[in-house]
């Protein structure tokens, strides 16, 4: 799964990248090394024009980590739909109605993930140790998501507070050298597959789906960074530097991977 990651593009970095303008509502982007989930962050996606519907507008917006269905009837449920399984979208109720209309691309610099290793805490349980995630040149990575918007039932339609707009990240089987670390990773979609991934004209499944793949063979890189990352309170670009670590996930050769191996 993809629980943690980093984002800390400004909103005119993410306007000239994504050639998005930013959303009315936009509120000031601060850099968030240690996004964790229920945390709002800027997205980018595409929507139509309240005033001509054959008008698109691609847009930095801001939502909620944990997808929370419009037919739900609590919000609660957000906590446990962070992350979107590729192979099902189509199948599972809580995504297919988004995985036809509401797509996004969600900017980060990179993400975290755990490697279990063979050293043991105070417990005997196997410590595990961070690494993180990122593209060799240090550009944005744009994560595949789908976003949601539910109404709180209790309140006015008209009360803009009673509208939450929710997202979720869509994990693929990671690479071979990815999967040394985790068995999972979120889906990346290449640039010139921008227009397509975020066209909500498009619901041609079997097309989306072909867009659904691993990173391609050294599009990522990864190297251990210090267990602070555990705690979502700590929040600072120290958290991206690498560390030494012991116990690193081994290579076909049975040697220990230097950074930017994986």
Known sequence: MCGRYATTRSTADLSAEFEAEP?????????DYNVAP?????????????????????????????????WAK?????????NARSETLGEKPS?????????ALVPADGFYE???????????????????????????????????????????????DS??????????????ELGRIHDRAPMLV???????????????????GRLLVPAAPGALEAYPVSTSVNNVRNNGPELMEPIAAEG????????????GDL
Do not use: C
Request: overall charge negative; hydrophobic content about 35%.
């Open 95 to 103: 995504f297919r109605a988004a995985f036809a209309k509401r797509r």
């Open 114 to 160: 755990w490697y279990e290793t063979d050293r043991l805490n105070a417990k005997g349980k196997p410590i595990k140790q961070p690494y993180f995630i990122h593209a060799p040149d240090g550009g944005t990575l744009a994560m595949a998501g789908l976003y949601e918007i539910w109404h709180d039932k209790s309140r006015p339609e008209e009360d803009d």
């Open 38 to 70: 229920t945390k709002v962050v800027p997205l980018i996606l595409e929507r139509r024009s309240s005033d001509d519907p054959e008008v698109k507008h691609r847009l930095v917006k801001a939502l909620t980590w944990g997808l929370v269905p419009s």
């Open 248 to 259: 690193e996930p081994e290579t076909d050769d049975g040697g220990q991977p230097r950074l």
């Open 190 to 208: 290449p640039q010139d597959q921008w227009a397509t991934w975020l066209d909500p004209d498009l619901d041609d499944k079997e097309r989306l």
């Open 74 to 82: 609590d919000r609660a449920i957000g906590n446990r739909l962070i």
């Open 23 to 31: 959303a009315e509502d936009l509120p000031e982007l601060r850099p």
């Open 163 to 176: 509208w939450l707009w929710t997202f979720t990240i869509i994990t693929t089987t990671a690479t071979d």
